[in-house]
T-cell receptor
């Protein structure tokens, strides 16, 4: 079963706008990660946030984590057409040796 | 450093056949994980190998198996293929310092079509 559930399933915005994606999970975690996948290709790691962190930045990306609500959000600021991709959150289920991925948010950035 | 490589990239098989997919991790990475991605089920964990040992296995039938070699390269095998096995199979490697998986680096995947 899926650990992470992303919301929304699909998001369409204009270039320059901000995009926010949310992820909820069910069990305790050591860390939560976000990945990007361009159409039918391998996943690219974006950012990792540990359970004792609340917010993390990387370039135009901002990730927040609320362990009390078991949720995370990914914000992409000043989006570009090249940001068009599917975005997945992944959790480690309390330190197990496997990552469990959600079904992803499909982001379309229109030029 | 070279990234994760997977061979072959595309494969067409017929029902009942078997298939072997190969993954070469990033040099120095000891953990290799395999995932199946389909439009309906999304990304599903198959198994993870660390130092030639399978540490974790997902909810897949015994037709799905894998192994890891001493150089960390990994193979997965699917026997008696079914139409539902058509998917993108992704391999990911990780440093797994202290045995813990954190960032995973994915290969481009092998797209398998079963006719």
């Amino acid at each position: 079963s899926q650990q992470g559930e992303e919301d929304p399933q699909a998001l369409s915005i204009q270039e320059g706008e901000n995009a926010t994606m949310n992820c909820s999970y069910k069990t305790s975690i050591n860390n939560l990660q976000w990945y990007r996948q361009n159409s039918g290709r391998g996943l690219v790691h974006l950012i990792l946030i540990r359970s004792n962190e609340r917010e993390k930045h990387s370039g135009r990306l901002r990730v927040t984590l609320d362990t009390s609500k078991k949720s995370s959000s990914l914000l992409i600021t000043a989006s570009r057409a090249a940001d068009t991709a599917s975005y997945f959150c992944a959790t480690d289920q309390g330190g197990s040796e496997k990552l469990v991925f959600g079904k992803g948010t499909k982001l379309t950035v229109n030029p | 450093k070279a990234g994760v490589t997977q061979t072959p990239r595309y494969l067409i098989k017929t029902r009942g056949q078997q298939v072997t997919l190969s993954c070469s991790p990033i040099s120095g990475h000891r953990s290799v994980s395999w995932y199946q991605q389909t439009p309906g089920q999304g990304l599903q964990f198959l198994f993870e190998y660390f130092s030639e040992t399978q540490r974790n296995k997902g909810n897949f039938p015994g037709r799905f198996s894998g192994r890891q070699f001493s150089n960390s390269r990994s193979e997965m095998n699917v026997s008696t293929l079914e139409l539902g096995d058509s998917a993108l199979y992704l391999c990911a490697s990780s440093l797994a310092i202290g045995g813990n998986i954190e960032t995973q680096y994915f290969g481009p995947g092998t797209r398998l079509l079963v006719l």
